[in-house]
């Protein structure tokens, strides 16, 4: 394929696993600052999509290009240096560090300035931990043990810990899974923020949340895309309420 203007585009991607093809020549674009939101049935392949593009797992076909560099043949180390974060379902911060620490640690090694200049990496690091603890609603649990955070303060704190990176591709499984109406709504707003200086990918079921946050919907169903589009359209589509929202 050419060069796009897609930060991310997919095309014809397949993993098999043991002949069962979890993603079935898959083709996915997304637009810089969009905000995707992928949805389907159990089984439907959606995480398996997320765990192929941050190099999780390795496919069996098909190409995987962001900002026109394919991810299919790096580590997945090298795929979260290259911009592209992942948020897995169950958090994995540091429960016995406090907020600040865990905001700290996951600033990008080997950025900024170093040798005599070191102090000045200092700054930087202390001005983003403020930047992204406001952003994240816990600008005032700084000092709190990451422990004594309620679940959903323990999603944004991963969330945090992710933007300390600059992504310019999030991928998010589930955010909302476990959280208080409240939480939800003020997820949806912080999604709704950073997504203006990045592209973000979300799987979620919940889709009162889906509809706050979505600028485009991805169905997925057997490894395949069975509608995409507007919110509005993908509901009304016969095909998606027979395999999906009837339920
Ligand atoms: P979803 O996230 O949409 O619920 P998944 O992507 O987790 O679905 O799974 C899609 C299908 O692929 C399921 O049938 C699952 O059992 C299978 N699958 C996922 N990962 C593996 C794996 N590593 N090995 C074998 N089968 C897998
Ligand atoms: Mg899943």
Redesign the pocket.
Known sequence: MSNTDFVLAIEDLT?S??G?K??DKLNMYIDKNELRV?I????????????LICGK?KSTAGSIKFKNRELTKLSEHEIVRAGVGRKFQTPSIYENLSVYQNLEVSYPKGRGVFGSLFFKRNDAVVAQVHKIAREIMLQDFLGMEAALLSHGQKQWLEIGMLLMQDPELLML?EPVAGMSAKERDQTAELLNRICQNRSVIV?EHDMEFVKKIAHKVTV?HQ?KILAEGAMDKVQANEKVIEVYLGH
């Open positions: 993993v696993f043991d069962f979890a993603v992928v389907g049935p159990n089984g439907a392949g959606k995480t398996t999509v997320l765990d797992t499984d799987i997925l490894g």
